[in-house]
């Protein structure tokens, strides 16, 4: 199964252009969604996870239409919002097993052992007793993995999942959603390129509601191959490298300052080649878009 | 410091838009509210009165709690919700400039709002007569004081009460939740006071206990006469004082304990809500290799039901755990455990606990609490996922919006069913408690599951509908708010209460032992019916708009709604319309085609007619009843009565009379024969079209009709009059008991109609009058010895004395009753017939009365051996008290019989009838007596008022006043009828309980009295002249007993005996006016004392009597010097209630020194006077010394109460010693 968006496009209310014809093929496996604030990744996804409709466009799940089969989809769906709550007076147990009876586990047993395991997997095992409200933010973050994961969901959708898990949770978390990702489709969005460049697949860079690029991490940094350049110059200077090159990352270090270029030939004036990073390709796939200001 | 942050959150606010629509609403609702005169005060007060302006401030300060709490509990909050606090600590700014700088700030502000109302009332006062949008009679001179004494002295505390509590509490509790419930509590704090309001004991508490001071300010004013209530600026002193003082340092308090203990670090680093433990988990990650196994997953329908049970029960638990549902429930339940507990207090006196009334409570304070629960969780329900942001997840799951919105329903069904069931649970437990165990389950059921539910349901189905549709919690809340108040406005205001108009409305009911549920189950289901299918298509409307992911757009919802417009949908709505509109048909059916609705305005419109088009036969010579024989064939099981009366009649006067006039009751219809022949009408009127009645097939003919009659009736001709007539209840009505005819207790007087025009159906306001073009109308009856009036007897111009005779018939299970003897009883065709005859000639007064009765039967001997039979015919649940009825008879036979002459009948009867009318009244030997007066109450406390006993008395007097000496018609005559009876009455309760103990039946009287002349709406009459009930009931009551005391109990006997004599069953005119009665007493009455005689009953008079100061010394063991300093004063008033003061004081007033109530064995308190005489008094201030024996505790200036004293509290002090 493929999830197929065809120049998918959407226009808020007050005139904002959140998704411009994005098109994306993502096939199963782990599939990163990488871009700045506000460049429409929680809106696409929101999309995709039949929250909001799109205004022009379609995204097609297998044979479903999502934009117009939201019940089918949702059968589906497993979705960790960026931003969610909890019902503050329900444990954590309860509450997953009202999600999943939700989600259509309605033998008892079943559910009973899915959410037991779940909660083990996401390590709340030992607090499943207790009131959401009284959770951290971590551990919230931990609750709504495990309820995004319930029903064995064919397609997932983690919107920034790892924001407020410390590193150790965090790389739990990756391991399971590798785990998954060998039979689900998995969208993950993030703006922590190292991320997808560990976990995923293919990536997409999204920026001002358009796709920059897609394609493997593997195949980005081979691209760029060769086009990144990098000086330390007089930090009253860089002004000057702004308007002759493409400077897609700045680094202040005692009183010098370590630029890197995007150039397709060598630019000379002292700058020497280096290794490209996935970073290098993010930033140079969005300076199209913006203006990197880092200084 | 301060004044920076003051200053910045001055700025801040006049920037705000809130602030001026708080303002703007204040305004424009107090111009709209005072220029349309929607204050409800007396007739002849100005709207804006410097009373009506102190009502208005005084209610405006429970008002303004809902803009108190959104002003005074932001300015805290803000820095929380916007997470500013962070940066809070990192400014210099110190926590007391933090504190007060934004409190003072914000309540600067406040005050700014309000004067909103000010500024509202002055324009409401010239704009109102100005636009005519009410008389403009109704507003009197503008003057500044009166808009800023009240706004400063009583609106200002309690503003900064109610600031103080808002602000604090966010301050403690960094939450702005808690505003809710500080709201309720201080409603609570109200309801409370207003629920003790009803013991006249109490005063004292109630008047501090209510924090925004309105029954304080209520209790201060409650005698005010209109013309006091447009001149005088509430005074505020004493409780008034009190209260307000009390009230604003509890205020002061609070905020400068709160501030006390406010840090600035604690309030911006804490978590929200304070005491929520935030816990890390320390667990180790264990069996994390575990894999996730693969879960069958199933859609069936089957289990998308019981997905919407389950999420139901998760949301119901969501509500039910809320700590702010519970507090607010305990609040409902406490309310309505006191309501049940205490009851309806009549005369200070409980009820026992019967079922009937543990129902009737939930509808007081119980009610409002359900409104707000309903409301509010309704709300709170409806916008949970969105509101704790769980919508992001729970909106992606596979579940069909019918289950999301189908659970909410669930829940709010299930708090429905709570709330429902809560009254029951409490008004069981209150009647164990008491050890009352004729518990009536089948009422609990029937009222609570098939009636109350409902009603909870439909205002939590609009509740649903309209949170749908705003799609905004707090503008959700306002907007319900809104259509509730408009549509109570409009219903109660606006003069139109057609109930199929107002959602949810249906006709009020009353629930009786006698009768049941009686006629009203029938339309209480089919206006259920019809307000729950609207309250299903709201449903399905509400799931046709329910926004479900993140887009809120108007658009977006818009095109979700067209996209569930499916066939299933439409059919649905089809389905609920087709019963809507079908039961709203048959609603209509009954309630304007089969009756003919009529709304306030229409009445008032035939009212005016009637006037307008036959008050030219006012004392037209009409011919008078001689004698009636009545048929009368009551059908208990469809409410119908058949009639058939025949009736002499007389031309008494000198004139020739060719036509007869006759009225009758709403239109009744009727065959008349006039010797044998049957009689056309020769000229009536046909009535408009009702307003709402559009299909209409005979127009109503007015109840006036005049037949010409075959041949003349010369002065002294005869003839005889056969009256036909059948009484029906076709269907239900828009409102109203219609509680003559019944399954089980009919009690009618009606349905023949009677001779002539009646001045009593004129529209009675003068304002009515002038908008319909109608003089004033003085409510004054013919001058004393006017000709026309004293031949005419007050209660029934058709005759004078008349025989009368009773044939009635009923189903076998009842007995009916009708006055005079019973001469036989049989049964025939299946039906239970009776003949009763009464053999002297009475007054022409009957009644028809028939039910399932059982009946006690008594009998009272006089000393010369006659013979009286008593019989009280009540409902056998209800015999509690039958002793105290039996003795009040006896007693009072007794009494009246030693001292105003003999009983005229052989017999008296007590006849139960349901409660939906709650009097006695007395006809011939025969006395129907409403079951809500007396048959269940708990007399067990020795020290309560014994109103069976009196009341009984009262009506038993009646037998002499009223029926042995029958009123004329001229001005004050019903004195001889109801303050005779009331005096004797009294003589009788001073007979049984001691003459020291009368005060607490005079202290009502005083209360009742001071309070009736407060609300005249016309004019004060003098007693002689009285004409309303607060003067011949009360009034009277108090002037005859002072009077007995003053001349001597005998003395006062032997007058009124005499005036008894003279014209007890008296056939011929003229017949005996207040004039008559005046006379006879003062001759009784010595030269000392005629000033009282003049004073009582030619002008209006009061005293303002009251003891400084009371000091005892001991001289020996015994004996004790009283040192009493006394002010006396005296006042005359004119009718408008002016009052002047009287220079010639020199009167006789008690002075009285008590020793510590005696307390008999039964608990029965009795008062011991050491020392009581009257004293001769000229007007100011006496020392008096008196030598008492025995140990003095009280003492005080005419302490019974005997004299009408404005402020009768202060006549008795402590006595320091």
Redesign the interface.
């Known amino acids: 199964m493929e999830l197929i968006i065809d120049n998918l496009t959407k226009t808020y209310a007050n005139g904002v252009h959140a998704l411009n014809g994005v098109t994306l093929q993502i096939p199963q496996g782990m599939f990163g969604l990488l871009g700045p604030n506000g460049a429409g990744k929680s809106t696409l996804m929101r999309t995709i996870s039949t929250l909001q409709d799109a205004t022009g466009g379609s995204i097609r799940l297998g044979d479903l239409d999502v934009l117009k089969d939201h019940d089918a989809v949702r059968k589906l769906l497993g979705y960790l919002p960026q931003e969610f709550g909890v019902y503050p007076r329900v444990s954590a147990e309860i509450m997953l097993d009202h999600v999943a009876r939700l989600k259509g586990i309605s033998d008892r047993k079943e559910r009973k052992i899915a959410v037991e395991a779940l909660l083990q997997k996401v390590n709340l095992w030992e607090a499943r007793k207790r009131n959401l409200g009284t959770y951290s933010g971590g551990m919230k973050q931990r609750f709504g993995i495990a309820q995004a994961l319930l029903g064995n969901p064919k397609l997932l959708i983690v919107d920034e999942p790892t924001a407020g898990l410390d590193p150790a949770e965090r790389n739990r978390f990756y391991n399971l959603l590798s785990e998954i990702g060998e039979t689900t489709i998995v969208i993950l969005s993030t703006h922590i390129v190292e991320d997808v460049q560990t976990l995923c697949k293919r990536f997409a860079i999204i920026c001002g509601g358009e796709v920059m690029y897609v394609g493997t991490p593997k195949e980005a940094i081979q691209m760029m191959e060769g086009k990144v350049w990098a000086k330390s110059i007089p930090k009253q200077e860089v002004d000057a490298y702004r308007a002759d090159y493409r400077v897609i990352a700045t680094n202040l270090n005692e009183g010098m300052l370590f630029i890197r270029i995007a150039s397709d030939e060598e630019p000379g004036n002292g700058f020497a080649p280096v290794k490209p990073t996935l970073e290098d390709v993010y930033f140079r796939a969005i300076s199209e878009k913006m203006d990197l200001v880092t200084l | 410091m301060f004044w920076s942050v003051f200053s910045f959150e001055i700025q801040y606010r006049l920037r705000r838009p809130a602030t001026y629509i708080y303002f703007a609403i204040l305004c424009l609702l107090t111009m709209l509210i005072v220029g349309f005169g929607g204050i409800g005060i007396s007739e002849k007060v100005y709207y804006n009165a410097p009373y009506t302006i102190g009502l208005y401030m005084t209610i405006l300060g429970i008002y303004c709690v809902l803009i108190t709490s959104a002003v005074m509990g932001v300015p805290l909050y803000r820095d929380l919700e916007h997470h500013t606090k962070e940066y809070l600590l990192a400014t210099p700014m110190g926590r007391s400039a933090y504190y007060w700088g934004r409190f003072w700030g914000s309540f600067l502000i406040l005050v700014g709002i309000t004067t909103g109302a000010l500024l509202g009332y002055l324009l409401g006062s010239w704009l109102g007569p100005a636009f005519e949008w009410s008389k403009p009679e109704r507003f009197g001179p503008n003057m500044g004081m009166y808009y800023i004494w009240p706004f400063v002295t009583i609106f200002l505390p309690s503003l900064l009460f109610t600031s103080a509590i808002f602000y604090g509490l966010v301050a403690l509790t960094r939450n702005n939740r808690v505003l809710y419930s500080a709201s309720i509590l201080l409603f609570i704090l109200y309801l409370l006071s207003n629920f003790l309001v009803r013991d006249l004991e109490n005063r004292d508490l109630v008047d501090m206990l209510d924090p925004f001071g309105l029954n304080t300010y209520l209790n201060a004013t409650k005698y005010f006469t209109p013309a006091e209530q447009n001149t005088l600026m509430t005074p505020i002193t004493g409780n008034l004082l009190w209260n307000r003082l009390l009230w604003m340092g509890i205020g002061l308090v609070i905020i400068v304990g709160i501030y006390s203990r406010f840090s600035l670090q604690k309030f911006a680093t804490e978590r929200p809500g304070g005491r929520?433990?935030?816990?890390?988990?320390?667990?180790q990650?264990?069996?994390?290799r575990?894999?996730?196994?693969?879960?069958?997953?199933?859609?069936?329908l089957k289990?998308q039901w019981?997905?919407l049970w389950?999420?139901g029960k998760?949301e119901l638990?969501?509500i039910t755990?809320?700590a702010y549902f519970i507090a607010i429930m305990l609040g409902a339940v406490i309310f309505l455990f006191m309501d049940d507990w205490i009851g309806n207090l009549q005369y200070g006196v409980p009820d026992r606990p019967v079922t009937m009334n543990m129902l009737l409570f939930k509808t007081y304070n119980y009610s409002l609490f359900v409104f707000i629960l309903i409301m509010f969780y309704t709300g709170e329900t409806v916008h949970?996922d969105k509101?704790?942001?769980?919508a992001?997840?729970g909106?992606?799951?596979?579940?069909?919006n019918w289950v999301q919105l189908g659970s909410k329903f669930v829940a709010i069904t299930g708090v429905c069913i709570l709330l429902a069931t809560i009254p029951m649970l409490v008004g069981l437990t209150v009647q164990v408690l008491n050890g009352f165990f004729n518990i009536k389950l089948h009422y609990y059921f029937i009222d609570l599951y098939l009636i109350t539910f409902w009603d909870y349901w439909q205002m939590a189905l609009l509740a649903f509908l309209i949170h749908t549709v705003v799609n905004n919690k707090f503008l959700g809340h306002f907007v319900g708010l809104g259509i509730w108040i408009a549509m109570f406005i409009l219903r109660n205001f606006m003069d139109f209460n057609y109930n199929m108009a107002y959602f949810s409305y249906k006709p009020g009911y009353l629930i009786s032992d006698m009768n049941d549920f009686g006629h009203f189950a029938e339309p209480l289901f089919w206006f259920n019916l019809y307000w729950t299918a609207l309250g299903g298509i709201f449903l399905v409307l509400a799931s046709l708009l329910w926004s479900?992911?993140?887009?809120q757009?108007f658009?977006?919802r818009w095109?979700a709604f067209r996209n569930r417009w499916k066939p299933g949908v439409i059919w649905g709505i089809i389905g609920l319309a087709a019963i809507w509109l079908g039961s709203g048909g048959f609603v209509y059916y009954n309630v304007s085609v089969l009756n003919h609705y009529r709304g306030p305005d229409e009445g008032k419109k035939l009212q005016s007619l009637y006037e307008k088009n036959y008050k030219k036969y006012e004392r037209l010579a009409q011919p008078k009843v001689t004698d009636m024989v009545l048929y009368a064939d009551v059908y208990p099981e469809n409410r119908s009565l058949n009639m058939r009366a025949l009736l002499k009649i007389r031309n008494k006067t000198n004139e020739r009379i060719d036509s007869l006039h006759l009225l009758s009751d709403n239109g009744q219809q009727y065959s008349l024969k006039f010797d044998g022949q049957l009689l056309s009408i020769s000229k009536f009127d046909l009535l408009p079209r009702p307003a709402l009645t559009f299909f209409y097939n005979e127009p109503d003919t007015a109840g006036y009709r005049i037949f010409a009659l075959p041949r003349p009736l010369m002065p002294g001709d005869t003839a005889t009059l056969e009256i036909q007539t059948t009484i029906s209840n076709p269907g239900f009505v828009n409102e109203g008991y219609r509680r003559e005819i019944l399954q089980n207790g009919t009690f009618t007087s009606g349905g023949i109609p009677s001779i002539g025009y009646d001045p009593n159906l004129e529209l009675e306001s003068d304002e009515d009058r002038k908008e319909y073009g109608l003089p004033e109308k003085p409510d004054d009856l013919p001058p004393h010895r006017d000709p026309y009036g004293e031949k005419t007897l007050l209660f029934n111009d058709d005759a004078d004395f008349i025989s009368f005779e009773c044939f009635v018939s009923t189903t076998p299970d009842q007995i009916a009753v009708a006055p005079g003897y019973l001469q036989r009883e049989w049964t025939e065709n299946g039906r239970r017939h009776f003949h009763y005859k009464q053999d002297t000639r009475t007054d022409y007064f009957f009644n028809v009365v028939s039910g399932r009765y059982a009946v006690l039967r008594d009998k009272w001997t006089s000393p010369e051996g006659q013979e009286v039979n008593i019989e009280i015919f009540y409902h056998h649940e209800h015999a509690y008290n039958l002793d105290r009825f039996v003795s009040g008879l006896k007693d009072g036979l007794s009494y009246f019989h030693r001292n105003f002459g003999p009983y005229q009948f052989r017999q008296v009867r007590i006849l139960e009838f349901p409660r939906y009318a709650a009097f006695a009244q007395s006809f011939p030997n025969t006395i129907p007596y409403s079951e809500d007066f007396g048959w269940y109450a708990d007399f067990s406390d020795p020290n309560d008022y014994d109103y069976a006993y009196y009341v009984t008395a009262h009506e038993l007097a009646h037998q002499w006043w009223g029926h042995q000496v029958v009123p004329n018609m001229t001005r004050g005559s019903n004195l001889i009828s109801e303050s005779l009876a009331e005096y004797s009455a009294l003589m009788i309760a001073k007979e049984k309980y001691g003459p020291d103990n009368v005060q607490k039946f005079l202290k009502y009287d005083l209360d009742r009295y001071l309070r009736g002349r407060a609300t005249e709406s016309k004019k004060e009459n003098v007693f002689i002249n009285c004409n309303r009930t607060y003067q011949w009931y009360q009034k009277g009551s108090i002037i005859l007993y002072a009077l007995q005391d003053y001349v001597g109990e005998q003395n006062l006997n032997a007058s009124i005996r005499a005036f008894r004599d003279s014209f007890g069953l008296k056939e011929q005119p003229p017949f005996p006016g207040s004039y008559d009665l005046y006379e006879f007493i003062n001759k009784a009455v010595p030269d000392s004392l005629k000033y009282y005689m003049e004073d009582s009953w030619q002008k209006l008079t009061l005293y303002e009597n009251r003891v400084v100061q009371a000091k005892a010394q001991k001289l020996s063991d015994e004996e004790y010097e009283v040192t009493l300093k006394v002010k006396a004063k005296k006042w005359y008033a004119d009718e408008k209630g002016v009052e002047t003061e009287a220079n010639n004081m020199n009167d006789y007033v008690d002075i009285g020194i008590f020793a510590p109530d005696k307390v008999e064995e039964n608990g029965k308190k009795l008062t011991v006077p050491l020392y009581l005489k009257k004293h001769q008094l000229k007007a100011g201030e006496h020392t008096i010394t008196i030598r008492v024996k025995g140990k003095p505790e009280k003492a005080g200036i005419d302490p019974y109460n005997k004299l009408i004293d404005r402020v009768p509290e202060d006549n008795r002090i402590d006595v320091e010693l």
Do not use: C, M, Q, W
């Open positions: 929520k433990v935030r816990k890390e988990d320390k667990s990650a264990k069996n994390l575990i894999s996730l196994p693969l879960s069958a997953r199933h859609f069936s289990s019981s997905n389950n999420l998760l638990r969501n755990r809320d949970r509101a704790t942001r769980f992001n997840i909106d992606t799951l596979p579940v069909p479900r992911g993140t887009e757009g658009k977006t095109a």
